[in-house]
């Protein structure tokens, strides 16, 4: 049986079998191109998101969250139990 290389030095082909002698197949790899890719994956874009959501909100939370935090500061916040478990089971925590 005659073998021989299906291309020169460095390549990435196989060998190819006589067929001339009742050889049955012929064998030569494909040769593998790679590229390289960059993307944002769905996560960072969720992320993206938010931040935009959070950068772009209305003054009003921020009102709210400044004296959320003057009532712990205080003392004098305290917050329902039963609202806390019922957004909880809401958001499904």
């Not at 935009?52 to 003054?59: C, F, K, P, Y």
């Not at 969250?65 to 089971?89: F, H, S, W």
Request: hydrophobic content about 35%; glycine content about 8%.
């Amino acid at each position: 049986m005659a073998v021989r290389k299906t291309s020169g030095t460095g390549a990435t082909g196989g060998v190819v079998y006589d067929l001339a002698r009742g050889r049955t197949a012929v064998t030569a790899a494909e040769p593998q191109v790679r590229t390289d890719s960059a993307g944002i994956t769905p996560e960072a874009r969720e992320l993206s998101s938010a931040l935009h959501a959070v950068e772009t909100s209305d003054e009003v939370r921020a009102e709210k969250v400044r004296a959320l935090r003057e009532q712990i500061a205080n003392g004098t916040y305290a917050p329902d139990p039963r609202e806390i478990a019922k957004k909880l089971v809401e958001r499904g925590f």
